[in-house]
């Protein structure tokens, strides 16, 4: 018997440009060293195999956040959509633009030593993102065109595939009916292909939820739709800034200029490198930055004596939320016997709202830890291992928050929970430590009152009795004894699209603009 079968794929108009490549980049504009920006280069086209290069990209990285340069004429949809989550998942910025490579070039082979830098300049005249690359591009949290670079879309070509298969089925007659024993294919034979311009429902649904998620609004599809698959519709700022597909009016320098590592506080994406001559000039009590991964703020300076744990009331500063954002309650510093007090004051100011805990502490107190786990869970909170970003500016007495609420992001790459801390996490009715964590145990002391409470929060007993040295836990071990409830990150609960989903989270709050009033239509 001949059978007749066909296989779809959604793909953007193929070109013969080389299939996408990633490379971390380090600016040699004159004059910037010792303390240059760094990027990672992404050109060509979008394959299924882009993602998997993409994360090692990212695993080599080590958590460092670096913006993405994307220049891409389009390709693979699926693999476009995935490129765009792990964007967001890690938090990074995106701008379209190119880079001009200095010396060597990622395509080169043997041309310098594995693990290096490349070095190069950023730049966005002549830079493309377009097809099923303004997908990928989606994801950053802040999305930059610049007026010299081209943003396009146009309708999805889908290629379906035809196959032939010859097979035999082999069967028996049981009381004069057919019954079939085993069906096995003998043969393939391609059997043409032909490819439909008309985007179906259920890609046109799931791209509408993707970039619903993002945050973005409904005109980017539209054109999509609207635009043959023969021509490309490029994307004039105006509309993408009021569609929301960029953030800003700015340029790719926003993220890869000399200039920004001067800036206060310096981005992410600045790393000091000193020669021997710079180390000679600098004074003697500036520590020197080493070639190689840059280390989370906390493992860069070590205070003589962390300050005592502090509550501080946040709320989402990432644009994509605005108006409704999440919110949390920050706790970080050193757990003591005043730690419960503080904790239920902060918690009795939010009013009884359910916030959950995104704490940071190296510990301290282990009766403190236990009483306010204990209240924790009386109030039926979640917690998150992850460290908080300030972004108007570090709480202080120098430094009063907007109306109660300071402004900022959670980063899992710089927290930190060791010590007595776990026990405080233990306290959360869901309990999220990312892999990104530093979490450790060790031998504490009160062993039976640790254990009795451990038990009584579902967490399996021992977990402090591992070794009787700071030992940090892999994520396996964290889960095995149930100190954390999933395996899911910070964002789940401080990400800026939670607020978007159903049933809607209870740290989630709607904060009316300024100018809410004056928006609002007039009464007759």
Known sequence: MV????????QEQSLDIP???????????????PNCPEWISAEGTIEAGTPSL??????????????????????????????????????LDIAVGTTAFSGCEPRMKDCKDKGTDYFGTAYDNGAMCNSACPLMFSGGIRRVVGDFAYLGVH???????????LYRTTYRIVNGRKKIISTKIVS???AGSYKTYEMSKAVEKKLSAYLKGMGIGDGVLLTMKNTPATDIHQLVLQNMLRMNLVTSLDTVELF??????????????????????????RPANVATAQAGPALPSSARTTAPKEADMR????????????????????????ITARTPESLR????????????????????????????????????????????????????????????????????????CASACPIMVAGGVRRLIGPAVRLSVGSLGFQDKVDAYLEEMAVRPGLFAISPDQQQLDRETILKFGLATGRQSADEMTGATICRSVPRPDNCRVVPSANAEADMPAKL
């Not at 299939?19 to 060293?33: D, I, K, L, T």
């Not at 310096?266 to 021997?276: F, G, H, S, Y």
């Not at 409704?324 to 510093?333: K, V």
């Open 311 to 334: 509550f501080v009331f946040v709320r989402g500063s990432n644009p994509l939320c605005d108006p409704d954002c999440p919110e949390w309650i920050s706790a970080e510093g050193t």
């Open 54 to 91: 993409f994360k090692r990209t990212l695993k080599a990285l080590k958590g460092r956040q670096l913006p993405v340069v994307v220049n891409s004429p389009g390709g693979n949809v699926d693999a476009a959509v995935t490129l765009g989550r792990m964007i967001r998942k890690n938090r």
């Open 345 to 416: 004051q902060a918690l009795d100011a939010v009013a009884g709202r359910r916030l959950p805990i995104v704490i940071s502490s190296r510990g301290g107190d282990v009766e403190g830890a236990l009483a306010a786990g204990r209240l924790i869970r009386e109030r039926r909170l979640d917690v998150v291992v992850a460290h908080t970003d300030f972004v108007d500016c570090d709480p202080s007495a120098d430094c009063l928050a907007k109306e109660g609420v300071h402004g900022g992001l959670t980063i899992e790459s710089e927290g930190e």
């Open 155 to 165: 309708q999805i070509t889908t290629t379906y595939q035809r196959e032939k298969l």
């Open 3 to 10: 059978l007749s079968v066909s296989a779809a794929q959604a």
């Open 19 to 33: 299939s996408m490549r990633f490379a971390v980049v380090r600016s040699n504009v004159p004059g910037c060293e």
């Open 188 to 190: 393939r034979r391609n």
């Open 256 to 281: 890869t200029a000399s200039t920004i590592c001067k800036a206060d506080p310096m981005p992410a994406n600045c790393r000091e490198i000193l020669t021997d001559k710079d180390k000679g000039t």
